[in-house]
């Protein structure tokens, strides 16, 4: 898959998520960022296992006093890759990781998550 394709797969995703989300996420400046590979720091956090996508930075509604990254979420284009052959299969992975990620944006914990499917 081409890049261009992932990250049209990504904006898809975004547009179908409800629009009282979107619209926050939009407002907040919460930037989805297609990544080709996942950073050595994150598969360092990761140890054995393939990361789709990340979360970094401070959840709504939480306040912080000191500088930080810029909140955002990052899917890595080659985890897809390895994982998933079917280009459907893709961009249905694509559309649950960019839920899962943007569910820690609003402060749901990864076992509150995967409950839910995501």
């Known amino acids: 898959m081409e890049m261009e394709e992932f990250e049209q797969n990504i904006e898809k995703s975004l547009a179908n998520l409800p ?16 990544r080709e590979k996942a950073p050595q720091e994150v598969k360092n956090r990761f140890k054995n296992v393939v990361v789709f996508g990340v979360f970094v930075g401070i959840p709504l509604g939480h306040l912080h ?16 890759e390895k994982m998933y052959t079917a280009p459907a299969e893709i961009e249905k992975q694509i ?17 509150e998550i995967r409950s839910l499917g995501y």
């Open 65 to 80: 006093t000191i500088a930080t990254e810029p909140t955002r979420i990052e899917l890595y284009k080659d985890s897809f």
């Open 95 to 111: 559309s649950k990781t960019v839920i899962h990620e943007v569910a820690h944006y609003f402060g749901f914990s990864e076992k």
């Open 19 to 34: 629009e009282k989300f979107s619209k926050i996420l939009k407002e907040k400046q919460i930037s989805v960022l297609a």
